[in-house]
């Protein structure tokens, strides 16, 4: 009786932490995506996920008001990818080399701009109570919704759409097939390419102010664990899906809230392999979906992972 | 005149007429196009013939505004027009079916045909979209599902997209590049005679690009040869022979092959293919349970339209690909295609592409022609040391003996043109005697002076007692150099017979047989 009880616990703090943890995989991965859509790779957007930490942080101290703190990373997200745009849009030039700089250099320059911010606490990002009906405490705070992962399921399905409805999601999806075919319609596709890049590290900065301003809702320079690279798998994992880029994101979340979520029911041994999981997943993942027949189903033409 | 009622929404205007006079384009030294003028007479189609690298590409880029050109002018009734970009063409209906296809192979066909929309919505209304291009395919005379997917289409449905797709967009002067370079002759003569239709209606101008005389011959009213950039010859078809057409693209008499040997004898099985499976890039079986046998001293001609397994199937007997079931034998030796069995048993190859498939872009010509035996003596002593003397003076040797255009033993393979990067691999492959030949596409984009002395190499070796086996796209090529002809399609070898008793038709209905 009492072990049933333990297990349901664990159930819901995986649940609850998923929910948690995953808005920023789910921001990265579907800036990825329209990144990968148009035919590029930014591997920096780890190092863009960081800035927005430390801008949207750094923002929120100084006005106390969060929500600007989100568009102030977003907009810094927005600007360090258009390095990565530009960049890439020079002849033979390649975006995996530029992504791999644009990391190092996104996280250094949020470590030495934000120095300054560890010690101050910023005000947090409200959320949503939708566990009211229940009188377990842990199914009350595992339904404590963030906004922003609601802003961010609304995102998927509207990207989702767009991709397909709307004239811009064509031509996004027409320069990241075939470069040739987008020559030939008359489409600027490094323009195009630059603003799909840009748009991607829009939402990254806006995953990485989630970070700092909701949970954990620090800053400091251990903030980020690779979930910005971790969010480049998730893309592939998601077959460059935006809906089920939400479904990796609760799974990859899940997986990084299982070492908390033993925790609660005392399980304390092997707390350092349980937080590893997400990393293993991220393995098994790339394993699973690769192949010596095929080439990945669902990839971009002209995605320079994919050729 | 079945046409007609469906044509009127498509084309309310008539064709424009289009008048080029002294067009020149330079590319730094080279000059491609060498004051070149030709007129389109609305409602005709304007056949386009050369060689490749005859400049007949970048007349027309110089015409859709893809290049600018450095001199001349283009006039479209009688304006002057500087375009620059090819949407800018596509509103004065010029439209472009090019020959290496520009959709994009992950949408469907009705987002291929919304796409090239000048006045594309920002928010597109499927239904309402979807009912309009329903309407449009009813209303023309070949149809495509709007659902499937780009990337499933045979390349003769690509090709009727193409040019779907211009129709639709109200183009009243099409371009055709090498139309019919991918598909079977039955398809090529629906679209070709469907294109001289509509032009006799007044609805449409042509402008066919091609080397194929036969095609000119049949359905072009005028024709212009270019060689080396520059125009060599105009008139109506009718008036024109089929010689002098050749004298003009060639600039001599017509090279012929020699058909060495006539009496050349088959001897014992060679080559064995048993029960061969093979998959595609994306997990989907290509060559399925396939079986064939090659004898000494004959060529198996494999014809078929691209891609019905004929690429898988070459890399797979290359070692490119894994197959997924059956066995190959060469003289009754099994043949697991490691390097040390092609040696041992003289397996040579000629792939498609051979830059790409057969040779080491960074690496001199020299060095590619010593990829077969590199780790050998005299080209390697100790089985580490190379000798590059000894590399470079081979090199030299069969450059020499195989007419080999190049610089020097030296210069980096990426830099010769074609026609030689062919006859430096043929050079590697059949230089220390071959046993198995297998030759896919070696003829194409080569000049016809390559293309004889190619063709002649490849009869040769079979003279000698090579068993070849031939995968080609062209039928004509098949024709002219095999003993048996086999039709491959979707992955099955669909019909056998000997080369004496082959018809074009029966092979040209296997081919397009789904």
């Not at chain 1, 963030?146 to 989702?160: R, S, Y």
């Not at chain 1, 990254?204 to 989630?210: A, C, D, H, K, T």
């Not at chain 1, 903030?223 to 460059?240: D, E, K, N």
């Not at chain 2, 011959?217 to 080396?228: C, I, N, S």
Request: aromatic fraction near 6%; charge should be neutral; proline fraction near 4%.
């Amino acid at each position: 009786m009492e072990g049933d009880a333990g297990w349901l616990s664990v159930l819901v703090a995986i649940l609850g932490g998923a929910i948690r943890v995953s808005t920023p995989y789910l921001f990265v991965s579907l800036g990825e995506t329209l990144t990968e859509k148009g035919g590029r790779v930014n591997l920096g957007l780890e190092g863009v996920l960081v800035m927005g930490a430390m801008t949207g942080y750094a923002t929120a101290v100084l006005t106390g008001e969060p929500w600007f703190g989100v568009l102030v990373a977003g907009c810094a997200g927005a600007m360090l990818s258009l390095v990565h745009g530009l960049i890439c849009s020079l002849p033979r030039v390649n975006d995996i080399a530029v992504g791999i700089a644009l990391f190092i250099f996104g996280t250094g320059l949020a470590f030495f701009l934000g120095k300054a911010f560890i010690n101050p606490s910023a005000p947090r990002l409200p959320s949503i109570s939708l566990g009211g009906w229940s009188d377990v405490p842990q199914i009350r705070s595992a339904l404590e919704i963030n906004v922003l992962f609601l802003v961010g399921l609304a995102l998927a399905l509207f990207i989702a759409w767009g991709l397909r409805n709307t004239r811009w999601g064509l031509v996004l999806r027409t320069v990241g097939d075939s470069s040739e075919a987008a020559e030939a319609l008359g489409y600027r596709v490094n323009r195009v390419r630059i603003a799909g890049t840009v748009a991607g590290g829009f939402l990254s900065g806006i995953g990485g102010s989630y970070l700092s301003l909701y949970f954990p809702g620090t800053w400091n320079e251990g903030l980020s664990s690779g979930q910005g690279l971790m969010a480049v798998t998730l893309v592939i994992f998601a077959r460059w899906d935006p809906i089920r880029c939400f479904y990796a994101s609760l799974l990859f979340g899940g997986a990084t809230a299982l070492g908390p979520a033993l925790q609660t029911v005392g399980i304390t041994a092997n707390y350092y392999l349980y937080g590893a999981a997400p990393y293993f997943l991220t393995l098994g993942l790339l394993i699973y979906s690769s192949s010596r027949q095929h080439a990945l189903a669902g990839a971009p033409g002209e995605v320079s992972i994919s050729r | 005149m079945k046409h007609a009622s469906s044509l009127a929404r498509i084309s309310p205007l008539a064709p424009p007429e289009v008048a080029i006079t002294d067009l020149t384009k330079r590319f730094g030294a080279l000059t491609a196009l060498d004051a070149v003028s030709l007129t389109v007479r609305p409602g005709t189609v304007h056949a386009l013939l050369g060689e490749n690298g005859a400049g007949k590409s970048t007349l027309v880029k110089c015409l859709m505004g893809t290049y600018r050109a450095d001199g001349g002018q283009i006039r479209v009734d009688g304006a002057e027009m500087r375009l620059s970009n090819p949407r800018e063409a596509q509103k004065l209906g010029l439209g472009m079916v090019y020959q290496h296809f520009t959709l994009v192979p992950s949408m469907s066909v009705a987002e291929n045909l919304v796409l090239g929309e000048e006045d594309m919505p920002a928010v597109i209304d499927w239904p309402n979209r979807r009912k309009a291009l329903r309407e449009f395919m009813d209303s023309m005379p070949f149809r495509l599902d709007l659902d499937r997917v780009v990337s499933g289409l045979s390349a003769g449905e690509k090709q009727k997209l193409e040019i779907l797709k211009q129709l639709h967009l109200g183009s009243r002067f099409l371009i055709l590049d090498e139309p019919t370079s991918v598909l079977t002759p039955d398809e090529a003569d629906q679209i070709l005679g469907l294109m001289r239709d509509l032009a006799r209606e007044g609805r449409i101008s042509v402008v066919l690009i091609s080397h194929k005389l036969r095609e000119v011959e049949t359905y072009a009213d005028e024709v212009t040869v270019l060689r080396g950039g520059k125009r060599v010859g105009q008139g109506q078809v009718s008036d024109l022979g089929r010689a002098d057409m050749v004298r003009m693209m060639v600039g001599e008499a017509p090279p012929a092959t020699e058909r060495a040997g006539a009496e050349h004898v088959t001897g014992a099985e060679v080559l064995r293919i048993d029960g061969l499976s093979v998959d595609n890039d994306r997990g989907v079986t290509a060559v399925r349970d396939l079986g064939l046998a090659v004898r000494a001293g004959e060529v198996l001609g494999i014809a078929g339209v691209s891609g019905n397994g004929q690429t898988e199937l070459v890399e797979a007997l290359a070692g490119q690909r894994d197959a997924t079931g059956g066995a190959i034998t060469v003289d009754g030796k099994p043949f697991h295609r490691t390097r040390a069995e092609m040696r041992d048993l003289k397996i040579r190859l000629l792939p498609e592409d051979p830059l790409r498939n057969a040779c080491v872009r960074a690496m001199s010509v020299a060095e590619n022609l010593s990829l077969r035996s590199y780790d050998e003596p005299p080209f390697s002593r100790w089985g580490f040391w190379l000798d590059r003397a000894a590399i470079r003076s081979h090199g030299e040797e069969l450059i020499a003996r195989f007419h080999v255009k190049t610089q020097g033993p030296d210069a980096l393979i990426g830099t010769l043109s074609g026609g030689n990067v062919q006859r430096t691999v043929l050079a590697r492959e059949l230089s220390e005697g071959v046993r198995v030949l297998i030759v896919q596409n070696p003829c194409f984009g080569l000049d016809l002076k390559a293309v004889a002395e190619i063709r002649s190499r490849i009869l040769a070796a079979r003279d000698d007692g090579a068993a070849v086996l031939l995968i080609s796209e062209d039928l004509d090529e098949i024709l002219e150099l095999s003993d048996r002809i086999a039709v491959m399609s979707q992955g099955r070898l669909v019909h056998e017979t000997p080369r004496a008793a082959a018809s074009l038709q029966e092979i040209g209905r296997h081919m397009a047989a789904h």
